[in-house]
């Protein structure tokens, strides 16, 4: 699609130094963190090529991981090792969020996001995948599983967009975080505590925030799911959400989900904010395993916590 001013409406770095920067941080915490084997490729789509990181073995249906807002692969370091244990995991940068992926074409939409989804899937040679997806990636493999139903063999869903509109005490959140972590250490980590923040106790992590002040952002706030929406939604489910999250009520979106979807576990964990995927790894983690041990592609029912 043309666009006269096309670099206005796509999201991109202040300055190539910026991105640099950024990105040799991303590659040191990959080095760091990811297992030894791997495989890295980018996969063209309509909307640009994406870069996807492969790891993991074995020929189960493979986990596809979709980071939250500013997000990228490099956010699931913690869940690699464990999710591949007997199957591939495939991580994404999506395009429009910071990282090694190159934006080409606006996304204005669900519609786009399903698309984008579906590109990288058929370059991947992927026909089912298990999708798991955080905040604003949650909300993009809902946005999927509507225009594609049954491409997934399970959704996993964590303190998800898409149940509410963004309220200020959330964007008053973000903004206090974000102000956290410029702080000297001893300082943020007593910040995570007081605002329920776990990702500011992650030290290397910390490492890219500076790099997302200089990331302009321009991708489409989420949609509200309607409640003829979620019925439509058969592909079994799992959903978590943290009891303190600071973007939805949780107890009151898990009622929901289980009211209109037909197969859905749910799982609040006390205590957890919207922070929930870097909150609580090692449960999150399990909770998938379990969850999909019993789904198609799944190797065993052992283990379920159904």
Known sequence: ?????????????????????????????????????????HVPTSFGDTFVIRSGGGDGVPFF?????????????????????????????????????????????GADWSRWLTDVLDGLGLDRVHLVGTSYGAWVALQ????SPGRAASITIVDPGGFGRVTRRFMTWIMLSGLASFTPRPVRHRAARLLNNATLKYDDVHALVGGLFRFRRRLPMPGTFTDEELRRIETPTLALFGERSQMLDAGAVAARMRSLLPDVRTVVVPDAGHDLILHSPELIAGEIRGFTAQRPGGQTKEGSRR
């Open 1 to 41: 699609m043309y666009h006269e001013n096309m670099a206005a409406i796509l999201s991109a770095f202040t300055s190539d130094d910026a991105r640099e920067r950024y990105l040799a941080t991303v590659r040191r915490l990959i080095e760091r963190y990811w297992p030894v084997e791997r495989t890295e490729k």
């Open 65 to 109: 991981l979709l980071p939250g807002s500013g997000g990228g692969c490099v956010m699931w370091y913690p869940y690699v090792a464990e999710l591949g244990r007997d199957r591939p995991v495939y991580a994404v940068d999506p395009v429009g969020e910071p990282g090694q992926s190159t934006q080409t074409a606006p996304i204005t939409g």
């Open 144 to 147: 999927h599983e509507l225009d």
